[in-house]
């Protein structure tokens, strides 16, 4: 009976990277495509975007909170870097700054709110999923804003800014080498540093946390403002990559985020969590999407069997809970 | 005691994993049962598409074009969607790459930015072909939508039966598609050939009220334009939103023997048109027809035949259930 266990543990330990490797074997036989060098390389590049929210995400739902609103965030950060970059075409920097202040500024806003009027995060971060949607829409004047004075295109700071989203360095694009340093860089705060324990401290007791001596309002302002930054370099990023400012990017990103935290064993009950695990659980998530697509399903059809296997991979880890 | 638990752990891990591969097994079968001819036979030709959406009655019926079109001549149709995502169509792209398709469809998310998304097909030597919206940069072999020109003419002709020859009409519009301007374009260039009357701005060119595809001012410049011209008996509107913004204009100014033509024949003005109002007909985009003519251009293309930089697809009138 003992030995028996030996299997069971390690089942439900590695419930993630089973059905990764499950998932993986079963794309390899179905998807004509799926298993080539170019292919799996491009799953890291694809699932960029969502896992430098997701990164921050991982920081929120530790301390017990969640973070609706990045999405929108990345629509309305990316309307800003356009809208600059089209008004002034030699300040590059300047809309970079502008852009990520924006989205900081969103996050401070959300971190106000919880901490000063203890509105729940997620009643905070719906208000400004919305009003972040509404502000994107109407400085776009819904439209989209498109970059494009050549004045920008040859300028070499926007040139580099464009390289990082769309090139390759030696087989490694840039984007993931920027998404690989931003979670090792944030997994080691959090595992490594006074604040990332005094993040999985409030998730964990709060009231123990604050009484042991920890500013804990500080810490959830933080995380909200850290993860809304995160989104912030998202939409610089993609309106770079795309060329424009569109106030309907990142539809239902803040979903993918919060499945990948969850895949990969963050409890939404807070104080346990780990961004390298979320690193894999977006890997996951954006394997099923390119195998998906690689068996060229239509999107109801993805949409129906990504959720499933989130599900699935969830209840692994539910499984050693009990 | 503790080897109970632990043999119930066992069970409800191997369960669990279970039913996540019951889950997969069961999504991947329905897909078989539903799509028996998907990545079936070798040595087929493949046509990639990645579609700007499929939950709406257009892009349904033009992928029903596309599919039944390409299957009848023997192509391996790969259709997906990009949700109206630009970052979905790059990942639709790149999973259509992996079928080394013998052409490619798009329907641009974003007209003016597809054309770094066209560039991966450029790379590969891949034909591009884009249908309902055209790319403004890159290498596109034919592009294929419907003949807005002949849209315009057509409804010229409705409007000389309804109102007779020297009848006073005249058009809303919205400035800046270029679908809009070639429905504008043949409605005045026929209507003067049929001898309608239209009114005229203070230079004596035919005046076009901008309703910038908003239903609410629409309205108001219908009002304008009814007030402004007692003998007024024909609207077009080139598109169902403004059209309806002209309707209301219509019911509002208490004046009979104004009639009225749409663009589109949406469920919503065909429903008004079955009614029997002022609203006497639209013209109506052929959807399938555009799906089948974008096969048959890449058929030809494939054969190595001449087809044309842009193939315009016949329109015809909706004008009620008679």
């Avoid at chain 1, 464009?162 to 694009?173: F, M, Q, S």
């Avoid at chain 1, 770079?240 to 409890?267: H, Q, R, Y």
């Avoid at chain 2, 055209?134 to 309804?162: C, F, P, T, W």
Wanted: aromatic letters at 8%; charged letters at 20%.
């Amino acid at each position: 009976m003992k030995k028996m266990s030996q299997p069971a543990r390690f089942l439900t330990d590695n419930g993630m990277y089973i059905v990764m490797a499950l998932v993986f074997v079963y794309f390899a036989v179905s998807a004509p495509g799926f298993l080539t060098a170019n292919n799996i390389a491009r799953i890291p590049l694809q699932s960029a975007f969502v896992i430098l929210i997701a990164t921050g995400m991982t920081m929120v739902i530790i301390t017990g909170g969640i973070d609706l609103s990045v999405g929108s965030v990345v629509a309305f950060t990316a309307v800003i870097f356009s809208l600059i970059l089209r008004q002034y075409a030699v300040a590059v920097p300047l809309a970079i700054l502008g852009a990520l202040i924006a989205g900081a500024t969103s996050g401070a806003f959300v971190g106000f709110f919880i901490v000063k009027f203890r509105v729940p995060p997620f009643i905070a971060t719906l208000a400004m999923m919305t009003i972040a949607r509404g502000l994107a829409r109407l400085f776009a004047q819904n439209s989209k804003i498109f970059i494009e004075n050549p004045a920008i295109e040859k300028y070499s700071d926007f040139i580099m800014i464009k390289e990082i989203a769309i090139t390759n360095a030696i087989g490694v694009p840039y984007l993931v080498v920027l998404m690989l340093a931003v979670v090792v860089f944030l997994g080691l705060v959090l595992m490594k540093t006074r604040f990332g324990r005094y993040v999985t401290a409030t998730g964990g007791n709060e009231e123990a946390t604050k009484l042991s001596g920890v500013n804990v309002n500080q810490v959830k302002f933080m995380v909200y403002v850290i993860n809304a930054f995160l989104a912030a370099v998202v939409g610089v990023m993609m309106a770079s990559k795309f060329m424009n400012g569109n106030p309907e990017f990142g539809v239902m990103w803040e979903l993918d985020a919060i499945a990948a935290c969850v895949v990969g064993g963050t409890s939404l009950m807070g104080g346990k969590g780990n961004i390298f695990k979320t690193l894999f659980g977006a890997l996951l998530i954006g394997m099923l999407d390119n195998g998906l697509l690689a068996q060229g399903r239509s999107s109801e059809m993805i949409y129906i069997i990504k959720g499933i296997i989130i599900l699935g991979a969830v209840i692994i880890d539910q499984v050693k809970e009990k | 005691m503790r080897e109970a638990k632990k043999n119930g752990l066992t069970k409800r891990a191997a369960l669990a994993l279970l039913v996540c591969v019951a889950m997969f097994a069961a999504a991947s079968c329905s897909k078989k049962a539903e799509e028996p001819s998907a990545p079936a036979e070798q040595g087929k030709k493949v046509i990639g598409v990645s579609l700007l959406k499929e939950n709406d009655d257009f892009y349904k019926t033009l992928k029903k074009g596309l599919l039944e079109t390409g299957e009848s001549m023997g192509y391996e149709m790969v259709i997906l969607s990009a949700d109206t995502d630009e970052d979905k169509q790059d990942k639709n792209v790149d999973a259509l790459l992996l079928k080394n398709p013998a052409a490619v469809v798009l329907c641009p998310v974003n007209s003016k930015g597809v054309h770094a998304i066209i560039k991966k097909m450029d790379a590969k030597g891949i034909p591009v072909f884009t249908a309902d919206i055209s790319a403004e940069k890159g290498g596109v072999v034919s592009h294929i939508a419907s003949d807005n020109y002949m849209g315009g003419q057509i409804a010229a002709e409705r409007m000389a039966e309804l109102v007779g020859k020297g009848g006073l009409v005249t058009i809303i519009y919205q400035p800046g598609p270029e679908s809009v301007a070639a429905r504008v374009k043949g409605f005045v260039d026929k209507g003067s050939e049929l001898g309608l009357e239209f009114v005229k701005d203070a230079a004596g060119q035919v005046m076009q009220y901008d309703g910038n595809d908003d239903q609410q001012k629409s309205e108001e410049r219908a009002k304008t334009a009814i007030a402004g011209n007692p003998k007024l008996a024909g609207i077009f509107a080139a598109n169902d939103n403004m059209a309806a913004g002209a309707e209301a204009a219509i019911l509002g100014s208490k004046r009979t023997g104004i009639v009225l033509i749409g663009y589109d024949a949406a469920p919503m003005a065909q429903k008004k048109i079955d009614g029997g109002g002022v609203w006497k007909a639209d013209v109506m985009q052929n959807p399938f027809d555009i799906g089948k003519i974008t096969v048959e251009t890449i058929d030809k293309h494939l054969k190595g035949e001449k087809v044309e930089p842009v193939v315009g697809v016949a329109v015809g009138l909706y004008d009620g259930a008679k």
